[in-house]
């Protein structure tokens, strides 16, 4: 019987119980969950606990959170499910082999877009892609340079038409990006980035996939070792 009492006080118990009544139509999506204080006294768990087992139930999209009331049931779906495990990968970004594999990911997932969008991008595709590049030339030399350069880059592999990838990029690309330390001349960094994301866009234009890929890859890679060197010498050109 104690055994049994442990095991209930665990935040994945309370959490699968939780979950099976929202599965079998018990709490009905939408419906606010039990408060802490119920499901302390029903699962005889600690405050922690019960907190812990919502926090599980959130982030597999079972619950949802909003300001200043109760959480509330929920079906998980793509979207948030990846939201929901995005928040805590955010939270490693800080640290520094994590952040070299999330570029990894970024720069596997950006050579590949590069290089269906030079097969397969259509009329409207190409115009976005276009208008980005318009915009983000404007932008060379402005605090706007960071936003045009993402809607740049998601433009790119919104070709790919996955919902799964843009997503994950999404997700992460803008933090990369937001995080980029500053430069001693950003105009001339910013024109180097515009010139790289026109001669993506040319190769696309031009239904070059394999000069698409290498361009994008040499882009990409040359960033990235900018942003290193920006952090072990702060003073250094980029």
């Known amino acids: 019987m104690e055994v049994m009492q442990e ?11 939780l979950i099976d009544a929202i599965r079998d139509g018990v709490l009905e999506t939408g419906a606010p969950l039990p408060t802490e204080r119920a499901l ?16 599980q139930m959130q982030m ?7 300001a200043g009331r109760r959480p509330r049931a929920a079906r998980p779906s793509l979207d948030t499910v990846l939201k ?23 720069h596997f997932i950006e050579t ?23 915009n983000n030339f ?5 605090l706007d340079f960071a936003a045009t350069d993402i809607a740049f880059h998601r433009a790119l592999v919104g070709v790919v038409g996955n919902p799964v990838i843009l997503t994950l990029h999404d997700m992460f690309v803008s933090t990369m990006i ?19 994301h ?9 239904n070059d996939a394999a000069t698409a890929a290498d361009v994008m890859d040499r882009h990409l890679a040359r960033s990235y070792r900018a942003r290193l060197k920006s952090r072990t010498m702060p003073n250094a050109e980029t």
Do not use: N, W
Request: aromatic residues 4%; negative net charge.
């Open 138 to 142: 404007d932008a060379i030399g402005t």
């Open 84 to 106: 929901g495990t995005g928040e805590h990968i955010r939270e490693i970004l800080g640290d520094g082999e994590s952040a070299a594999h999330l570029e990894q990911m970024r």
């Open 112 to 134: 590949g877009a590069a290089r269906e969008a030079a097969r397969h991008a259509d009329a409207v595709q190409l115009f976005k892609l276009q208008t980005a590049l318009d």
């Open 178 to 196: 937001a995080r980029r330390p500053a430069t001693d001349d950003a105009a001339q960094f910013d024109r180097i980035a515009h010139e790289e």
């Open 60 to 66: 597999r999209g079972y619950a949802a959170t909003g």
């Open 198 to 206: 026109r001669a993506i866009y040319a190769a696309v234009l031009d």
């Open 40 to 55: 302390c006294e029903r699962f005889s768990a600690s405050r922690p606990t019960v907190r812990e087992a919502l926090a």
């Open 7 to 17: 095991q209930r006080r665990t935040p994945e118990v309370i959490a699968e119980t």
